[in-house]
């Protein structure tokens, strides 16, 4: 709002100090209030005969121009500043939500891979002997598929480490094991099973990997 009150003033003056060096008015100055006035009852009697007065009136109203363009230009300065400042605000803050969110997000799903993993022990070592044991077998394995399908629908997979180069971004080696069937540093088995979201390690894969056998 100071902004356009400050260039109406400016384009005012400017108007002021052309009618002035076009016509040679007689200008008639009130430097208790607001900008001078012009008075233009006299000009034509004047022509061309413009007192030192008149001359020294344009070139205060020139100055004042000149001020209001520098406090102009000053306060579109500051205006930009500010609305860059806010913007770079604004994207930290967008940032640092979106880490955090993903942060408690992976806290809550690393937790629940406890879970999971019970259950995949479970699945293991259980063995029904009868249909009764079966059924319950059966009954606690359908929360475990569906458990494992909420995962999955929230961007969670396994790494499937077996097989692949150890790589220490993803993989903790706990073991290793001399052998020439496979190349060294190839994870042999995967003993704790490593689960990403997106990008993201949730947890570090527990391997065993191969290393050259001993001459």
């Known amino acids: 709002m100071e902004e356009d009150e400050a260039s109406d003033v400016i ?4 108007e002021n100090i052309e009618e002035l060096k076009v016509e040679d008015a007689d200008i008639d100055i009130d430097f208790e209030n607001e900008l001078p006035e012009v008075a233009s009852n006299d ?6 005969d413009a007192s030192p007065d008149d001359l020294a009136a344009i070139s205060n109203l020139e100055e004042q121009v000149a001020q209001l363009k520098v406090q102009l230009e000053d306060r579109s300065s500051q205006y930009l500043r500010l609305t860059a400042d806010f913007e770079n605000f604004r994207k930290r803050t967008s940032r640092e939500k979106e880490d955090l969110e993903l942060q408690i997000k992976c806290n809550t799903i690393s937790n629940m891979l406890e879970v999971v993993d019970n259950f995949e022990r479970a699945r293991a070592q259980i063995k029904p002997q009868n249909d009764g044991e ?7 394995q359908s929360v475990y598929k569906q458990l494992v399908e909420a995962l999955k629908r929230i961007g969670v997979a396994p790494m499937r480490a077996e097989g692949k180069e150890f790589d220490p971004n993803l993989h903790e080696a706990v073991m290793r094991e001399p052998t020439d069937e496979h190349a060294e540093g190839t994870v042999i088995e995967e003993l704790v099973r490593g689960y ?3 990008e993201r390690v949730l947890r570090h894969a527990m391997v065993k990997v191969a290393t050259p056998l001993e001459e």
């Open 11 to 14: 384009n005012e003056v400017d």
């Open 43 to 48: 000009v034509a009697a004047k022509g061309a």
């Open 196 to 198: 990403v979201l997106g």
């Open 134 to 140: 079966m059924a319950v077998h059966k009954s606690y």
